[in-house]
């Protein structure tokens, strides 16, 4: 969307947003064409997420639509598409993304109670160590942080609570993701496998 916005700007941010789209609507009106801007979020989360989006409202009271996609994780296949339109009702959609076929395919209606179950809440760990992990690693807890966080900067992982966090998620890593963990202590330092095993050779979460 920047690239073709008037670069002159008005006594106000609402008044240069709502003029720069109110154009660009002018000229789908005249050809009878539909206009998808792409437009990125405020990294800052918030309960409406019209809010997310950068700029002024008039951003949004200008357009005909807006659609917001919000992906549960950084690294996360998981997202919540939702839908504000101006003469029509508002949808609020679960999607799940693809990357075989590079597309977005309707899972279902967002439901915020079945979002804040707790197996919901920390399924972006497991798809975070999915992506991170090959075949196998060991290593400390902060060494896992480490590397966790050289993924995603923003993941909620420190060395006090990953612990805690991979013994949460154990079940569904090798129920889910053929991810065993294993916690062992040894005389100097606490370590943490993952190892990633077949069907047919699935081992069991230990803490040793």
């Known amino acids: 969307m920047e690239r073709v916005r008037d670069t002159e700007f008005d006594k106000s941010i609402y008044s240069y947003d709502y003029r720069d789209i109110t154009a660009l609507r002018e000229i789908t009106n005249t050809h009878k064409l539909t206009l998808l801007l792409i437009h ?3 990294k800052l989360s918030d309960n409406d997420p019209l809010n997310t989006l ?4 008039g951003l949004v009271g200008s357009a005909d639509g807006v659609f917001v996609l919000e992906k549960d994780s950084r690294t996360g296949h998981d997202a919540k598409l939702t839908i504000a ?3 029509t009702e508002g949808f609020c959609f679960r ?3 693809n990357p075989e076929h590079c597309k977005w395919g309707f899972v279902g209606n967002y439901n915020e109670a079945v979002a804040e179950q707790p197996d919901e ?3 972006w760990l497991c798809l975070l160590v999915d992506d991170f992990l090959a075949d196998a690693w060991s290593g400390t807890a902060t060494e896992l942080c480490a590397a966790l966080k050289a993924i995603d900067p923003d993941a909620d992982v420190t060395n006090l609570t990953i612990t805690k966090q991979l013994k949460n998620v154990a079940a569904t890593l090798k129920d889910d993701y053929s991810i065993v963990v294993i916690f062992e202590r040894k005389r100097d ?5 993952l190892t990633r095993k077949s069907e047919n050779n699935a081992g069991d979460s230990v803490t040793a």
Not at 54 to 57: A, L
Not at 189 to 193: A, L
């Open 40 to 42: 990125h979020t405020r």
């Open 121 to 123: 809440k920390d399924e």
């Open 85 to 87: 339109n101006r003469d």
């Open 95 to 97: 999607l799940r993304f």
């Open 54 to 57: 950068p700029g002024s409202m």
């Open 189 to 193: 330092e606490r370590t943490i496998s």
